[in-house]
């Protein structure tokens, strides 16, 4: 099964920007659509972003549309979310997932494979 492992959170001020990556561990990647998926403390785990095999479909929450935009490099089995415009509401742990679904899937249920997490804060 796939391994996969998230980077790049951290503290930033509201209005900045983070990357995220979520590197998985064979080449496997490719059949997989994959999501990114946040979790506040307190709160159900959200769908924030999804992205087809091979990047063709994408599809966001419409609390991050025209601010979040995912991706995916399946040479170097890397998913991304690049986060702009960042808001204290978007403080979370931030997860990757992986799905062999062969629909759009934007509940958690719908992954088959999830990373450890990654923590977002944003200061107001």
């Known amino acids: 099964q796939v391994h996969l492992v998230e980077s790049g959170g951290g503290l930033v001020q509201a209005g900045g920007s983070l990357r995220l990556s979520c590197a998985a561990s064979?080449?496997?990647?490719?059949?997989?659509?994959m999501g990114w998926f946040r979790q506040a403390p307190g709160k159900e785990r959200e769908f924030v972003a999804g992205i087809s095999w091979f990047g063709a479909r994408t599809y966001y929450a419409d609390s991050v549309k025209g601010r979040f935009t995912i991706s995916r490099d399946n040479v170097k089995n890397i998913l991304y979310l690049q986060m702009n415009s960042l808001k204290p509401e978007d403080t979370a742990v931030y997860y990757c997932?992986?799905?062999?679904?062969?629909?759009?899937?934007?509940?958690?249920?719908?992954?088959?494979?999830w990373g450890q997490g990654t923590q977002v804060t944003v200061s107001s």
């Open positions: 997932a992986a799905s062999k679904a062969l629909i759009e899937s934007y509940r958690p249920g719908g992954y088959d494979h």
């Open positions: 064979d080449r496997t990647f490719s059949t997989y659509a």
